[in-house]
């Protein structure tokens, strides 16, 4: 028997089942649907229906990521023929510009990962349109606190590609320079996620937050170590 809610408590079950079902039905969306830009709009859309004018938002995309330094993005999207996507979100309740950064959350938005040229089995590959978990795990959360009365800054970076084979994809061997200098020699392209988060991780390092928060589907070994 379902309890009596007054309307407060209605509001925040029905915000709760609102973004479980959006998280729920993101991931599980087809890779042909749901694409890098496709992520990046839908977290826009929900965190705008709940924020309001609060949120301000910047997509960078394809080869003004590679302009801008965002190579670890930009190397691992570039082998799909749907450019990769990086999506800066600001939610700042303050109206204050200057209002300092409280958290910022990253999240991996690799919407289908064929392993690249160290490619998946068919059984590994079969659910990887869900490899962008972890951006929309972040994006939900942010919207569900937002609902929940939210009063600090609080940015959001999703970093949005396909992981595929191509004469352009990149090859084991390839090094990725970042912006802050570090260098990374692919050995393993399947090992994409952690490449592609370090770019969100040097912006978000940058915001000096008291607190960044990262999501992903980051490796199968996790299965095979832990159980």
């Known amino acids: 028997m379902w309890p009596d809610l007054d309307d407060a408590q209605r509001q925040e079950l029905d915000n709760r089942l609102m973004i479980i079902d959006w998280v729920r039905d993101t991931i599980n969306a087809p890779a042909e649907e749901l694409g890098p830009s496709q992520l990046a709009q839908r ?3 929900l965190i705008s229906n709940v924020a309001g004018d609060r949120v301000t938002y910047r997509i960078t995309k394809g080869e003004d990521l590679r302009e801008q330094g965002y190579m670890g993005l930009h190397t691992v999207g570039r082998g799909s023929e749907r450019s990769p996507v990086l999506l800066a979100l600001d939610y700042n309740p303050t109206g204050d510009k ?13 919407t289908f990962d ?3 040229y160290s490619i998946k089995q068919t059984a590994f590959m079969d659910s ?4 962008m978990g972890g951006a929309a795990t972040v994006t939900g959360a942010l919207a569900f606190a937002i609902t929940r009365g939210l009063n600090k800054r609080v940015k959001l970076f999703l970093c949005c590609a396909d992981n595929l ?3 352009n994809a990149f090859k084991l061997g390839d090094i990725i320079t970042y912006r802050n200098g570090k260098k990374v020699e692919v050995m393993n392209t399947d090992a994409e996620g952690r490449l592609v988060l370090a770019d969100g991780l040097i912006d978000a390092s940058a915001q000096k937050p008291e607190m960044i928060i990262d999501a992903a589907t980051l490796t199968g070994a996790a299965k095979t170590a832990l159980g």
């Not at 200057?98 to 990253?106: G, I, S």
């Open 43 to 45: 977290a826009v859309d």
């Open 98 to 110: 200057e209002a300092p950064v409280y958290a910022c959350l990253v999240g991996k938005g690799i």
């Open 114 to 116: 064929s392993g690249g």
């Open 128 to 131: 990887m349109k869900s490899d």
């Open 165 to 167: 084979i191509s004469g």
